[in-house]
């Protein structure tokens, strides 16, 4: 009985190591050339296709990148790096939705995988930017905090998010880590193909930061955010507050009216104060909760002060109202005596 002949595997992983050289070299048909000799004789190493989408992504072809990349994934389902590659693929061909659902599965298959919550985060900022993308990447930093490429997602995540303070933060820490990022776009090979990626993303929104004067006006940092939620939340409130005072010493029930609307418009305000911090509650606030407690007190008591108001309109006892006052008054002494301290 005969049987075909094995497949020579260490000929075709010789194969894959040529065609890594050359894709670093630039030589990017000449890599594909080589992978074509390798899967020859593995035609579904995973590996190989993956190495071939990486090489085809660098030559500029995402087409070509889309079918390696889906022949990969066909061969290794659950494998991270097929993913990472077909959703890069597809951004660059513009399918945004079908690239942020490939990043939604990276998320799904490697919820305690630094690559995985990275990759996902760096590719949800070209297709889908909001807040999983910077819950994947912090949780990429949390995962791998000596990583630098998990501080180069953050960076762009932020910068996208139009979190400028958070983007400058990360990127130096990125830089840090690994001070050849900043040459990293002179790269041609596959080896570092997502640092090259990231990197130059984020050198775009830093340059349309730059050139759009809209934008570098617009209140863009966290530091500015947050300092405006305190200042113009606690300030609204605390008017308000000292307004339904003098009311309840004429009017009871007049007052606990105007403390109902006055609750409601506060509420109103902080929300969309808030609204322009992404992640305030899930990753800024737990994080000044260690490295800036006064800040973010001040910012409970501006979310606290609605509620009291509203408390005051309930039960019509005066202490609500009095800690409503005291609540705001604090916050925005914090904030001034920042504001004095800069100056």
Known sequence: MSSEPAPDRSAADGYLDRAQLLAELGRHDEAVTELAYGLALKPADPEALTMLARVHLAAGRPADALTAADAAVAAAPEALPPLVVRAMALADLERYAESAATADRLLALGPADAYAQRSAAAILADSRNGQPALNAAWRGVELAPQEPQAHLVLSLVAARLELFDLAERAYAEALRLDPRLADVGQDVGVIRLE??????????????????????????????????????????????????????AANDGFSRI??????????????????????????????????????????????????????????????????????????????????????
Request: hydrophobic residues 60%; proline residues 4%.
């Open 195 to 248: 640092q090259r990626r990231w990197s130059q993303a984020l050198e775009h929104v830093a340059e349309a930061v730059t050139i759009s004067p809209k934008r570098m006006d617009s209140g863009r940092t966290i530091a500015y955010g947050l300092h405006r939620l305190v200042l113009y939340g606690a300030g609204w409130s605390l008017v308000a507050a000292v307004v339904v005072a003098f009311a309840a």
């Open 258 to 343: 105007l403390a109902v609307l006055a609750a409601l418009t506060g509420g109103i305000v902080v929300w969309q104060l808030a609204a322009r911090l992404p992640g305030l509650t899930r990753t800024i606030l737990p994080r000044l909760l260690h490295s800036d407690r006064g800040l973010a007190l001040a910012i409970y008591a501006v979310a606290a002060a609605p509620v009291l108001l509203l408390a005051y309109a309930v039960v019509g006892s005066p202490w609500p109202l009095v800690l409503a006052i005291a609540a705001t008054a604090v916050a925005e002494f914090a904030i001034f005596t920042r504001t004095a301290a800069r100056s």
